[in-house]
């Protein structure tokens, strides 16, 4: 028997390519409501690999309900090319958006998304209004007036609705018998250092594989953050309600606006003895910040002064940031191009921590095996196995408020969430942050008082181009997202969807901020009224009929 | 013989340069940009994103890239991953954690697979035969990861006799669970080719002629009868053990185990045509190799099989 290699090659390749091309169509869902549908389908994109086709389908649903037209799921195959259209204004409906904060302040979900010309604002929204509002919102020292202020501006966007606000991401974690004292930050991340296990050895955590060097310039994502976030200590820590309070930092005093002074605590040493001061601190954000780096946190530093934003360079010059200066040893200055009143409750975010100087010498080698200032430190070298997990032992000379309570932490690298979960129930593994969407029915019964579910700083909403016809800036398409904001039953599909892990949105921000409110004037526009809902849409099809 | 088997090599090499440029352009053709999907919502502005698409080559046509990726392959370089490391410290890392996967997996399968059939072939038609054949369809008609999430609920969380994932016991003990969920999936299938052919082995003329000899049956079974009628079960093993290399992925997921299928299915997702195009051309050229040590493997068995030049 003697067989053609090419005929199996060609095989194994053709499959291949027919799998290939088959995952390159777009999936089509419709989902139009049965009776009296009629013009065309409004369209809702997402990506197809992020899990959220079935809150897409039954916010279709609703929406087709109430207002009588086809409306349908319009799915990217995957990530890279949902964004493609999303980025070149393609998308021809509305599309999944959503925000997780990277500090617990109001203005991290405002200014960035909805300013004119922000680098997150996916819509295209503009407006003179908003943008003053939050323009006097940052340059305004007394947070409560501050808050006041950008809750203002929130009332703006709520007549315009650039995106229609939809729910809060709840923390849904749960743990093991084995550890104790496990509470959830204001980030939805467990707070490592405060937890305990009474029977001694390391606490297991669900984490991912870094997707970078252990740096804090250039890590993105939540693999590489979470054991960032527990082997360095930056200038300020965050609570579990958001509130900060000082860490590495002596004091922080915000001058004016557009500068603070910090200073930093005597005596602290990284865990191979090098100090903890100015240089640190400079060197470490010039790292990030210097264009010719190429680090993916370079936009952190885009408020200090002398930081380039043109077309041809974003970033530093090479000589670095002229708005850092040091005045000695443990005393900086830093100089903002634009008010930021809030910049002290920024400096808890991962970009802004201090590096050793035997860091510059090798960044890649560096990255490998960090050496940080944190309650935690890497167990040796090779503690990171790659693809397996990183083990993490209590680092004694570590001075602050998150001293760590157990003798160490091990994140165990998962690819799911399911396997994660039954590893939990096995008490296998002992803290799992995010607990998979099939175990919301039974979690309750399973862990009990072993489980949290609280709001998070993370929302999801539905974005509609300004681009999108009949959606423009104007009386009809204010009045048609008005009309889908009524249309869409969020209690329902809170409760039944996502057996209440989510909390339906009753403004821009999320209650896990500081300042949140939830009595907006306006906010009647994100309750589920179908009636008014129809009755805007007509409205909308008298100055423009939808077809 | 000798040049039988290097017209053989020889064919590997428009095998590889066609599976690495077909693999190549596909990666390249698909849809989206990849460095923006890093970022996901927080994009930073393009001057960065030009940067580092100019370090990935990204930015230079398709030839361009493909031919710096064939000149990197002869020195041993596969290109390095989005994240920094070397595609090939994930592919050594990775490879053994399947390939351990898959032999355990084929190992359960095939002995078990090849005393059942050939008993069932000796006993054909009796009581033991059907219910034999009714349990191997039954495991063929049960999806795997249904097995998988059924073994993993109930030996590893509610009976505790294994750990729910393998994780960092990725050895030959840490994968017997995982293996016995593949196994489910090929025994059915190599335990029907086994039993028929068995089957039709004892009818053929020298088996008969070997007792009218008066051999007994402990000689003439394992050397006259099973000897020829596991020939058909040698190709299968090798298809098996190719599809099995890569087409591990979901009982990866499942029981969370850092091998190559886990790794690939999460370089599609990211569109990252190194790790993409390396890890399967290695396994193209792998599946050549192992039937061609499967065709020689043949000659052994069966002297009746030459080959001719």
């Known amino acids: 028997m003697k067989r053609n290699t090419y005929t199996f090659a060609g095989v194994a390749v053709l499959g291949i390519a027919s799998i290939a091309l088959a995952g390159c169509a777009p999936a089509d869902d419709s989902d139009a409501g049965q009776e009296q549908v009629s013009g065309p389908a409004l369209k809702i994109s997402s990506n197809a690999d992020g899990g959220h086709e079935g809150w897409i389908n039954a916010v279709s649903n609703s929406i087709s309900g109430a207002l009588g037209i086809p409306v349908e799921a319009d799915m990217y195959p995957d990530f890279a090319s949902f964004l493609d259209d999303r980025d070149n204004e393609a998308i021809p409906g509305a599309f999944r958006a959503g925000w997780q904060g990277d500090y617990p302040g109001l203005y991290n979900f405002l200014g960035t998304l909805y300013t004119t010309g922000a680098e997150s604002n996916d819509s295209g929204y503009s407006s ?55 509470e959830f930050g204001w980030d939805s991340v467990p707070l490592f250092d405060e937890i305990t296990k009474p029977g001694g050895g390391a606490v297991t955590a669900n984490g991912t594989e870094p997707q970078n060097p252990i740096l804090p310039s250039r890590t993105d994502e939540v693999g590489g953050g979470r054991v960032l976030d527990t082997i360095f200590a930056g200038l300020v820590s965050y609570n579990a309600d958001g509130s900060i309070e000082n860490d590495v930092a002596e004091s922080i005093t915000q001058d004016s606006p557009t ?5 930093i605590r005597d005596g602290l040493t990284f865990t191979n003895g090098e100090p903890v001061n100015a240089d640190s601190f400079i060197d470490a954000w010039n790292y990030g910040a210097i264009a010719s780096n190429a680090q993916k946190s370079t936009y952190f530093f885009q408020d200090i002064e002398g930081f380039v934003n043109t077309a041809d360079q974003y970033g530093a010059p090479d000589e670095g940031l002229s708005g850092l200066k040091k005045i000695d040893d443990h005393t900086f200055q830093v100089t903002l191009n634009k008010p930021a009143s809030d910049f002290a409750q920024r400096l808890g975010y991962s970009a802004y921590y201090p590096l050793p100087q035997v860091a510059f010498d090798d960044m890649d080698a560096f990255g490998e095996n960090p050496i940080g200032n944190g309650p935690f430190k890497l167990d040796g070298e090779g503690a990171w196995e790659h693809d397996v997990q990183i083990s993490l032992v ?36 002992d803290v799992l942050d995010t607990l998979p969407d099939l175990a919301y029915e039974t979690y309750q019964d399973e862990l009990g008082d072993r489980s949290v579910n609280q709001p998070g700083a993370l929302n999801q909403t539905l974005a509609i181009g300004e681009y999108v016809e009949h ?23 809170t409760d039944k969807i996502f057996s209440g892990t989510r909390q339906p949105a009753t403004d821009f921000t999320s209650p896990a901020l500081d300042g949140w409110t939830d009595e907006l004037e306006g906010d009647e526009v994100l309750e589920y009224n179908p009636e008014k809902a129809k009755e805007l849409w007509e409205q909308a099809n008298e100055i423009s009929p939808w077809e | 013989m000798l040049f039988y088997i290097l017209k053989r090599i020889l064919q590997v090499i428009p095998v590889f340069l066609g599976a690495t440029l077909l693999i190549y352009f596909m990666v390249f053709a698909m849809p989206g940009d990849p460095i923006a999907a890093l970022f996901g919502d927080k994009q930073p502005p393009d001057a960065l994103l030009d940067q580092i698409r100019a370090e990935y080559l990204l930015d230079q046509p398709f030839i361009v890239q493909y031919l710096h990726y064939l000149g990197g392959i002869f020195r041993l370089d ?34 078990l697979a090849i005393v059942i059939g050939a008993l069932s072939a000796f006993f054909k038609n009796t ?31 509610k009976l505790g006799w294994a750990s729910p994932t393998v994780g960092e016991n990725n050895g030959w ?41 008066g051999l007994p049956r402990r000689r003439v079974i394992p050397v006259h009868v099973l000897r020829n009628s596991l020939i058909p079960m040698i190709t299968d093993l090798g298809t098996q053990f190719g599809v099995l290399m890569v087409g591990a992925t979901v009982t990866e997921a499942i029981f969370n185990i850092p091998g ?50």
């Open chain 2, 127 to 157: 009581w033991f035969d059907h219910t034999m054949l009714v349990v191997s369809l039954i495991f063929v008609a049960i999806p795997i990861f249904v097995v998988g999430f059924f073994a993993q609920y109930f030996i590893g969380v």
């Open chain 2, 78 to 111: 596969f290109g390095t991953t989005f994240g920094g490391q070397d595609v090939i410290d994930v592919l050594a890392r990775t490879f053994p954690v399947t390939l351990r996967l898959a032999v355990e997996a084929v190992a359960m399968a095939f002995v």
């Open chain 2, 260 to 309: 190559v299928g886990n790794t690939l299915y999460l370089a599609i997702i990211k569109h990252e045509a190194p790790t993409i195009v390396s890890f399967v051309t290695v396994f193209v050229v792998l599946y050549v190799i192992i039937n061609l040590l499967i065709d020689l493997l043949y000659g052994l068995l069966d002297p009746r099989i030459r080959y001719v030049s």
């Open chain 1, 259 to 263: 500068q603070v002074t910090i200073k």
């Open chain 1, 471 to 493: 959606f423009g800036p104007d009386e009809e398409g204010t009045l048609r997202r008005q009309a889908i904001s009524m249309a869409i039953d969020r209690e329902a599909i």
């Open chain 1, 394 to 429: 209590k680092n004694e000379d570590y001075d602050g408020p998150s001293e760590a309570q157990a003798d160490g932490l091990v994140f165990k690298f998962y690819s799911g969430f399911e396997a994660a979960y039954n590893d939990l129930l096995a008490n296998n593994l």
């Open chain 2, 173 to 213: 003990l840490g994968l017997i669970l995982p293996a016995i969920t593949l196994a489910f999936s090929i025994y059915a299938t190599s335990m029907r080719l086994t039993r028929s052919s068995t089957i039709e082995t004892l009818g053929q003329d020298w088996v008969r002629t070997a007792y009218g000899k």
């Open chain 1, 128 to 182: 003179e209004e908003f943008d003053a509002l939050v323009a006097e919102g940052i340059s305004e020292a007394d947070p409560d007036k501050a808050a006041e202020l950008f809750n203002q501006a929130q009332e703006v966007l709520l007549q315009d609705l650039p995106v229609i606000p939809l729910w809060y991401q709840n923390a849904v974690g749960g743990w093991s018998e084995n550890v104790d004292n496990v």
